[in-house]
């Protein structure tokens, strides 16, 4: 095969070349065989990345001539070459790609078949990268640069996360219908109950837990994975992970500082749920705060964000102090009941204030004297209503009768 040095300039870059005038996409092969290219299995998946130069499209390929030996390539398109964009709606069009391993006994040639649902999807990708391509200013189009930004961000790895190949799935099918046809016509017909239950429960709500669950777990997963890569970055440099923490913190705008506050919030009253449930205190309260840990999940994962009151109702729970509510478990109230016999409600919060690290922590060691009105009359109001909710639990006397009104009852009896 004649390659021009473009074509083997992107064979070494991009491990791909496109040879246009042949219809086929060359793939750098060498050392493997053709044998192993004819019997390696190919995944292909068509990228987009939004870049200050403009959009981009790459066809990545994973081919794999054994489970454990991976390869990857890509085929970046340059949008604003007619040759490319029409190359690359023909693959989509037949459902196909013509490719031309180079091994190092010679040239092989394979026809790969996109799956038809994954050829729709990848169809709509590409329009949308069309629309957005038109709607780009033509002249800071810089599709060289959009390549450097691909090459920068992308790891084509991370496209390609799965865990059964298709070669994989293709032998369950065929053992699963061949164990199944030795079983008992009564098995069979359990077995189908079981299936028409489960697919009367799935099947009807499938279109959202595609759109709105499924979709989201590659970043889900993403998220996760970071969250690992931190751990093993600064496992042992507590000091060091501060020290980033507070720099990528402190350059974030006063609405993301904003948001990280919530975020605080629910962690806290998720990791104070694990810790219950952990400690198998299965109370009536940890039911209700489930269900308000389920309703801001919910609210999270349809998109809608947190409100108020999702927020208030959950952190309330779990006996984190938010203004205006009662913020521990009615059972952490004693201590406050017993002191209120003697002493007013604002005297009782001063006391709550002095004595409890969670409620010194919330106001940053200040005392009680030093916070605004706002701020006492909310304390007040909280610990108040908390030792409402403690003696309707245990049915105790609300109001509390004062020490001084009972001494007073017994001089007269």
């Known amino acids: ?179 199944a046809a030795s079983v008992s016509p009564e098995q069979r017909i359990q077995a189908r109950r079981i299936a028409d239950e489960l697919l009367g429960l799935f099947l009807p709500k499938f279109g959202y837990l595609d759109s709105e669950i499924l979709a989201k777990i590659p970043d889900i997963r993403r998220n996760f994975l970071f969250l690992l890569d931190l751990r093993q970055w600064f496992q042992g440099d507590a000091d060091g992970f501060s020290r980033f923490l507070v720099d990528i913190l402190s350059v974030r705008t006063a609405e993301e500082y904003q948001q990280l506050d919530t975020a605080v919030l629910l962690f806290k009253s998720i990791f104070r749920l694990m810790e219950d449930i952990k400690s198998d205190t299965a109370t009536k309260e940890n039911s209700v705060l489930q269900a308000h840990l389920k309703d801001v999940l919910a609210s999270l994962v349809a998109g809608r964000g947190l409100s108020i009151k999702a927020l208030i109702n959950l952190v309330s729970g779990v006996g984190i102090p938010l203004g205006g509510q009662p913020g521990r478990h009615p059972s952490d109230y004693s201590r406050e009941y017993a002191w209120k016999s003697g002493l007013s409600w604002t005297e009782v919060a001063r006391k709550s204030l002095s004595e409890n690290p969670d409620i010194r922590d919330e106001f940053r060691g200040r005392d009680f004297d030093s916070l605004t009105f706002q701020q006492q009359e909310g304390l007040k109001h909280r610990i108040r209503e908390g030792v409402k909710s403690y003696a309707e639990r245990l049915k105790k006397p609300f109001p509390i009768e004062s020490s001084s009104k009972k001494a007073e009852l017994q001089e007269i009896d």
Do not use: H
Not at 47 to 76: D, H, N
Not at 89 to 102: E, Q, R, S, Y
Not at 112 to 139: K, W
Not at 143 to 164: G, N, S, T, W
């Open 1 to 179: 095969m004649r390659l021009t040095k473009v074509d083997q300039s992107n064979l070494a870059r991009f491990g791909s070349a496109p040879l246009l005038d042949r219809n086929v996409l060359a793939i750098a092969w060498s050392p493997k065989s053709k044998q192993q290219a004819q019997s390696a299995n190919i995944v292909t998946r068509l990228i987009t990345l939004q870049t200050a130069s403009g959009p981009l499209l790459s066809l990545a390929f994973e081919i794999s001539s054994t489970k454990a030996m991976v390869q990857y390539c890509c085929f970046p398109i340059n949008l604003s070459d007619k040759k490319e964009t029409k190359y690359l709606a023909g693959i989509l069009k037949i459902g196909n790609i013509n490719l031309c391993f180079l091994a190092e006994d010679g040239e092989t040639n394979r026809t790969f078949e996109i799956p038809s649902r994954q050829c729709g999807r990848m169809t709509v990708r590409y329009e949308n990268a069309i629309s957005d391509f038109r709607g780009f200013p033509i002249n800071s189009y810089d599709f060289e640069a959009a390549v450097k930004a691909f090459e920068e961000y992308a790891r084509l790895a991370d496209y390609f996360q799965y865990l059964i190949t298709e070669s994989e799935f293709r032998r369950a099918i065929t053992i699963a219908r061949e164990q």
